[in-house]
């Protein structure tokens, strides 16, 4: 498959980028394998190890892409078994966002997030619509894969979307029960580029192996992935137009701090999931899946697939602003004033305590008499009439140009949800009525510029294959 778009740290030919090119070997990287603390892949130490730690490597891995670094990857992992799926794949969910049934959960409850990932860009080789073969052979490419991993973080979660400018490919329109639109700027602050490509396919897994093999097998450059043979690939169907590669948990980031937006301190704790320092993703502060769920219409099982690329500039986050400062700028004044939040953040359970602590009702009087509000407490702001929010975040953290960033990835039922909770998350109607800047003790807004949004339809599993705009 082709690479038309923009090039990635090691996509290119010439091979790859530091510093993963460094971490992926040279001719000493057979006498680099972890001990056993490092195979864990949750307890290797920095600094006084010998050669770096399995998740770093992993890591690295996943960013360079390719056959070679599978290989690399492969050969530190001769003990990975990883179970195949289902031989009926009618017994897998009618949605392909399904995922938080197959996915591990931590003491609180919370979904443990894969720890590694790989997004896919692609465009639609041919000229007009999708022709029924190639809607065949890409449905046979998908249920390879299904049939290859289990469902899960110790095998593989993928999703394949398609954007609007995909659909204009028809001469029908979609149904008025999908709310799909053209990406635009939602802040006076931003100003993105727009992802316009006509698909984008998401994979997911705690093994960086799989994500690699998956990937590998879609673009034919393999035909078979753990001991299952490829049916169909999408080489000749889809043209790449762009990489992005991310990790997210425990760990992760600070084995990864080494790159641009981040102070050379190294000040990512070792059990920070995020660049920021704190956990995400509460189970209460996150919609269900039923929730962003289209429920009528062709798509119904369907829902919304909302990506934006971040780049992250935290410097003065962990260079000029206290701990106290932090906690209250990602999450409310109440908890730096109560000191609420220990470490990461696993002390609070289930929830962030936004409504528990009163934060999205007071976000105005905050900002009026304490000069500062919290990211989660304005963004607890937007809900339906249940209480209950828009969306669900399945976001991670990137090395993507050795910048420090994040690829935030939204699921909620229409794009109008994204853009309700995007304008709380904004605080522009707070900025407008107290002393807090337009970024500035904004929540975390000063730390962040958003770079690329697109938006794309999650077909539910039976339509995900090259959709017409009203399948039957």
Sequence with gaps: MENTGPSEPGASESGPSDPEARELGGSDAGERDPGPSEASGRDAGRGGERGISRRQFAKAAVAIGGASALSACMSRSDDLDVKTGPDDLSTLPARQHAWDEFLNRDQHGNVVAPRHRVLLLLNYAGDGAPSDADRKTAEA???????????????????????????????????????????????PFEDPEFDCQDAVVHLASDHAEVVLAAEQALIGEKTTVNGVEMAADLSGIFERADRRTGFVGEGLPADHQ?????????????????????????????????????????????????????????????????????????????????????????????????????????????????????????????????????????????????????????????????????????????????AVGQTNNNGILQYMEVLRRGNFLLPPRKHRSLPTPNPV
């Design 258 to 434: 080494d790159v641009d937006g981040i102070p050379d301190s190294k000040p990512v704790s070792d059990d920070a999931p995020l660049y920021m320092g704190f956990k995400s993703g509460f189970q209460k502060n996150q919609a269900s899946e039923d929730r962003v769920t289209i429920r009528e219409g062709p798509f119904a099982g369907g829902t919304t697939h909302q990506l934006s690329k971040i780049e992250l500039n935290l410097e003065q986050w962990y260079q000029q602003d206290s701990r106290s400062q932090r906690v209250g700028k990602m999450f409310c004044p109440v908890h730096a004033e109560e000191g609420l939040v220990e470490g990461a953040g696993d002390n609070l359970g289930d929830s962030a305590k936004m409504e528990e602590k009163g934060c999205p009702a007071h976000a105005e009087d905050h900002a009026r008499t304490k000069g500062v509000v919290g990211h989660s407490q304005k963004s607890a702001r937007a809900r339906d009439d249940d209480g209950s929010p828009l969306m669900i975040r399945r976001d991670f953290d990137s090395t993507d140009d050795g910048q420090a960033g994040l690829h935030f990835v939204s699921l909620q039922r229409t794009i109008s949800d994204f853009v309700d909770t995007r304008d709380a998350m904004n605080g522009e109607d707070l900025a407008e009525r107290s």
């Design 141 to 187: 490419a998908f249920r390879s894969l299904e049939r290859a991993y289990r469902r899960g973080n110790d095998g593989l979660l993928f999703t394949v979307g398609y954007s609007p400018s995909y659909f204009g490919r028809f001469d029908a329109e979609l149904p008025d029960t999908v709310d799909l639109r053209e990406p635009k700027a939602l802040a």
